[in-house]
Nanobody, 123 residues
Framework: QMQLVESGGGLVEPGGSLTLSCVGS????????MSWYRQAPGKERELVAG????????????NYSDSVLGRFTVSRDDAKRTAYLQMNDLKVEDTAVYYC????????????WGPGTQVTVSS
């Protein structure tokens, strides 16, 4: 059964940094692009960043939303079945629950979402 578990969120001051992790199981992790999404209170879930698979779909591809470009970096370690989101220069508007999933661009593979991890940026 497919499972995604996000971790690494927390409370940070504006300008601070956090690194989120997403461990996938129940599927061939290396074959899927992985993306990060976030949902702020009262808002729709939005795409933050994505990374192509190394051996399958969209190899080597990266994409970022305009709001995080230059501040966030997405990466993956297939041996650890883990995707990462390094977040620098965090802003109050980055406050949200962050999720990962199998997806790239506008496409998300069918499957369950994980519980997400809360990121709160506040002074």
């Amino acid at each position: 059964q497919m499972q995604l578990v996000e971790s690494g969120g927390g409370l940070v001051e504006p300008g601070g940094s956090l690194t989120l992790s997403c461990v996938g199981s129940g599927f061939t992790f290396s074959s899927f692009p992985m993306s990060w999404y976030r949902q702020a209170p009262g808002k729709e879930r939005e795409l933050v960043a994505g990374i192509g698979s190394n051996i399958g779909v969209t190899p080597g591809k990266l994409n970022y939303s305009d709001s995080v470009l230059g501040r966030f970096t997405v990466s993956r370690d297939d041996a650890k079945r883990t995707a990462y989101l390094q977040m620098n220069d965090l802003k109050v508007e980055d406050t949200a629950v962050y999720y990962c999933n199998r997806g790239f661009g506008t496409y998300i593979w069918p499957g369950s979402w994980g519980p997400g991890t809360q990121v709160t940026v506040s002074s």
